[in-house]
């Protein structure tokens, strides 16, 4: 991050305006809070462009129920059955097609903007989704078809929380970027349900009619987007000044000259103009940017332990493990998981908004890794591989040990992740770094995807072992390099990081020394600074509260 400075003639001149700027800062992000509302707008905004999450949860909900349908067994697998690779092939080219969608969607939104990217994206998995309907007994066609529709699922996972982040108010930022996970678990929820009432239906209509249903998602999605404002960062970046504060002003109920605005404007125009003055960022500057490599290698380890806890080995393959447990009908308990995993993400709304991020993403990893060691020892050493009836107690404990995963999963992992990696970059290479923070997801995503039946056929419920062991990892890696970041703005974020703040001790972090390293930064700044801008020579702006400030005193904050 580049902060405007100028030169000083003496240590004293420079320590009270630092001291008072902190200050300042501090009072401006608390008036900027407190004066905005909680509007319909807002949350219009953030429902409409979550339904990008719930597209997602709805094709990965769906494929699992898929492969018990008698009529898709008969098309599509080999006397009925399925073996490892046609069943990962299946099941894995969608999160491929993914990986590859999220790479590009960062290009796409800076060339087209947030919302018509958003439309595109979804109305092109409606390609993908004729391709399986049309899927007659060939199912290499069927697998391709989700790979399409992958790419327009992949590219939504980036531009959805960029256009929630950049759009929504300071006071719902949290709550909104969440909820595109919430979404996520409420399409796997009706996937499941659909599943459930159309799996014992005779011909294909078991399985294209749940497929089918997929047009509805992208057509109020891509249709829909198109009512919604641009993001105001996006649009100020094209000029549109006007645009940008009458968007900022609706969504956060406040007339276009209000305080809070006329800030958030002025952040905005303070941030274009040091990106201007400096050369064009490279894609390579997320590894070689200051204190870049460690946060985009952190966003990658987050989203890649988002995964790694093993909530997709239920969600993908639920069906069939809850079949092996002697269960007469495996959709109820697929049902009754899901039905937990939209619950709890609501508790995990409230998570987001009261707890700190470093807390409940420890508890939640090392809830996880007590049910995986509890699923996996039982499944192995208790439950009746042969003939699972013979151990009920067994099943019973599979099943309940499950839904306490899923509880854990759904108020911590699944939602923070999204918001904790949309809050760790500083906009300058926000896109490319969430873009590629999202491939690993969809990278491993995949990965599990087509392995595990492989994994499982060899070694069978103790795979749950390598997602216990995940957990404890990230356990570790949470209390060790992630800095708390609830309840702090942007701006405090990136200079924590910046600063090389103790992630342990970071809570306690107070503004004092926050002035201090501000300050500090400034100072970093201006010594390796060539303009030799004097102290009298910024320019002036005109702050939210109409006074006058010298803008090489006036310190940027996102």
Known sequence: ???????????????????????????????????????????????????????FGYVSGQISGFFDMEDFGRRFGDNYQFNAARQGAIVGLLPAGCLFGSLIAGKIADSLGRRLSIS?????????????????????????????????????????PMYQSESSPVILRGVLISCYQLFITLGIWLAEMINYGTHNMSGSASWRIPNGISFLWALILGGGILFLPESPRYAYRMGREDEARQTIARLAGLPRDAASVNMQINEIREKLEEERAGAEAKWYEIFTGPRMLYRTLLGIVLQSGQQLTGANFFFYYGTTIFRAT?????????????????????????????????NAL????????????????????SLDATNPQNTPTAGNVLIVFSCFFIVAFATTWGPLVWTVVAELYPARYRAPAMAIATASNWFWNFMMSFFTRFITDDIGYL??????????????????????????????????????????TSSRWDEQKLADARGAIKDDAHNGSSSGASVSGGSKRTDSRGGEHSQNEHQHQL
């Open 120 to 160: 595109f994206s979804a109305l092109f998995t409606c390609v993908g989704t004729i391709i399986e309907i049309s899927s007659n007994t060939v199912w290499a066609q069927f697998a391709v078809g989700r790979l399409v529709t992958g790419f327009g699922i992949g590219a939504l996972s980036v531009l959805v």
């Open 362 to 381: 420890m508890v939640g990893a090392a809830w996880m890794m007590m049910c995986f060691f509890v699923y996996s020892f039982v499944g192995r050493f």
């Open 463 to 504: 795979y749950g072992l390598v997602f216990a062991g995940c957990c404890a990892a990230l356990v570790v890696i949470i209390f060790f390099f992630l800095i708390e970041s609830k309840d702090r703005s942007l701006e405090e974020i990136d200079t924590m990081y910046l600063m090389r703040v103790n992630p342990i």
């Open 1 to 55: 991050m580049r902060f405007f400075n100028s030169k000083s003639a003496s240590s004293d001149d420079v320590v009270s305006p630092r001291k008072e700027e902190a200050a300042a800062s501090t009072d401006d992000v608390a008036a900027l809070v407190k004066e905005q509302h909680v509007t319909m707008m807002a949350i219009w905004l953030g429902t409409v462009a979550s339904v990008g999450g719930f597209m």
């Open 326 to 358: 002697g269960l007469s009908d495996s959709y109820v308990t697929q049902i009754i998981l899901g039905s937990v995993n939209v619950g709890c993400t609501f508790g995990g709304l409230w998570v987001v908004k009261n707890c700190g991020r470093r």
